[in-house]
């Protein structure tokens, strides 16, 4: 089946430095599947942070970005300064289509530190 | 934002009793989804909704889950008879159509569930 592969927290980091999460995948049935990441902020449900649905391409939000690359099925998630409001569990996810739902990965749990 | 409410927030149970998870979508969504995430373990997707049928279910969704939405009220996951392995937290999400486009998931935040 469907697989999401990312970076094993806990990731600590101090405020301003760069972040990057990895997030590799893999989808048996077609071959450029949609791919998100969502968040989970403390006290708080699961919400999207940004999906890339066409392969190439780079999705971005509150300063976070990710590319679609299909060559290395990879969707790494990065921020160049962190804020230590991004103190969150990070899910990197894909879905082939809204029936079927999504597949996760484990999350990445990220502590900024001022 | 768009809030999926979920109730209880925290249920214990002795095995082989009935539990019923209830989530309360956001309005005018028409796909339901249950995942359940183990501790230390994915969240894996357990079954989607629409229309009043079950859509897609995974093989995680034992014969021992239903799912229903009487007459617009609660989502419901019923587990009966609960097993030891059905300790987990169970996410309900919601959407408008068709997320892997134009639309997106709303998650609730848990309910979780501990079978003794």
């Known amino acids: 089946g469907d697989s999401v592969t990312q970076t094993e927290g806990p990731v600590t980091v101090s405020e301003s430095e760069s972040l990057i999460i990895n997030c590799t995948y893999s989808?048996?049935?077609?071959?450029?599947?949609?791919l998100f990441w969502y968040v989970r902020y403390p006290g708080e449900g699961l919400q999207l942070l940004l999906k890339?649905?066409?392969?190439?391409q780079k999705g971005s939000s509150r300063g976070f970005e990710a590319t679609y690359n299909k060559e290395t099925t990879s969707f790494h998630l990065q921020k160049a300064s962190v804020q230590e409001s991004d103190s969150a569990v990070y899910y990197c996810?894909?879905?082939?289509?809204?029936?079927?739902?999504?597949?996760f990965g484990l999350g990445t749990r990220v502590s900024v530190f001022p | 934002g768009p809030k999926v409410l979920q109730i209880p927030s925290h249920q214990i149970i002795d095995m082989g009793q009935m539990v019923t998870l209830n989530c309360d979508p956001v309005?005018?969504?028409?796909?339901f989804y249950w995942y359940k995430q183990i501790l230390g373990q994915q969240m894996e997707f357990l079954v989607n909704?629409?229309?009043?049928?079950?859509?897609?279910k995974s093989k995680l969704f034992k014969d021992q889950f239903s799912v229903e939405r009487p007459d617009g009220s609660y989502f419901t996951l019923k587990i009966q008879p609960t097993a030891l392995e059905d300790s987990a937290v169970y996410f309900c999400?919601?959407?408008?159509?068709?997320?892997?486009?134009?639309?997106?998931?709303?998650f609730g935040e848990g309910s979780k569930l501990t079978v003794l």
């Open positions: 999400a919601s959407s408008h159509g068709d997320w892997g486009n134009t639309g997106q998931l709303y």
């Open positions: 989808a048996t049935s077609i071959a450029y599947p949609n």
């Open positions: 890339v649905i066409t392969a190439g």
């Open positions: 996810a894909l879905g082939e289509n809204y029936a079927q739902g999504l597949t």
């Open positions: 309005s005018n969504h028409l796909y």
């Open positions: 909704f629409y229309n009043g049928k079950v859509m897609e």
